[in-house]
């Protein structure tokens, strides 16, 4: 079992910058990708950014590009979610999550993860 727990949301005006944290933990941190995904109010959760654990490859969402950063810690077992030029349309809860099954590539797909984190929320004012 892994456990993931975001820390590093909170209120930003428009054009500010926030970094998120996922700490994983667990028995045996076993996963192969670690991504993180965003819900808006009535809308679905959606992609935003993936880094393979092991190359430190990453896998961005269009809307993101340029302004976000997926990077990880391996040595504490911790991705960040650096994100930069923040609009109000990037207000959402922000998930982590973590894959043990995609041996190759990257995916954007919610059901290609396993493990997830409870959440933090971002919210940016205009």
């Known amino acids: 079992q892994v456990r993931l727990v975001e820390s590093g949301g909170g209120l930003v005006q428009a054009g500010g910058s926030l970094r998120l944290s996922c700490a994983a933990s667990?028995?045996?941190?076993?996963?192969?990708?670690m991504g993180w995904f965003r819900q808006a109010p009535g809308k679905e959760r959606e992609f935003v950014a993936a880094i393979r654990w092991s190359t430190g490859n990453v896998y961005l969402e269009d809307s993101v590009k340029g302004r976000f950063t997926i990077s990880r810690d391996t040595a504490k077992n911790t991705n960040y979610l650096e994100m930069n030029s923040l609009k109000p349309e990037d207000t959402a809860v922000y998930y982590c999550?973590?894959?043990?099954?995609?041996?190759?590539?990257?995916?954007?797909?919610?059901?290609?993860?396993?493990?997830w984190g409870q959440g933090t929320q971002v919210t940016v004012s205009s």
């Open positions: 667990g028995r045996t941190f076993s996963a192969l990708v």
């Open positions: 999550a973590a894959s043990n099954r995609l041996l190759i590539g990257m995916s954007g797909l919610i059901n290609d993860y396993d493990y």
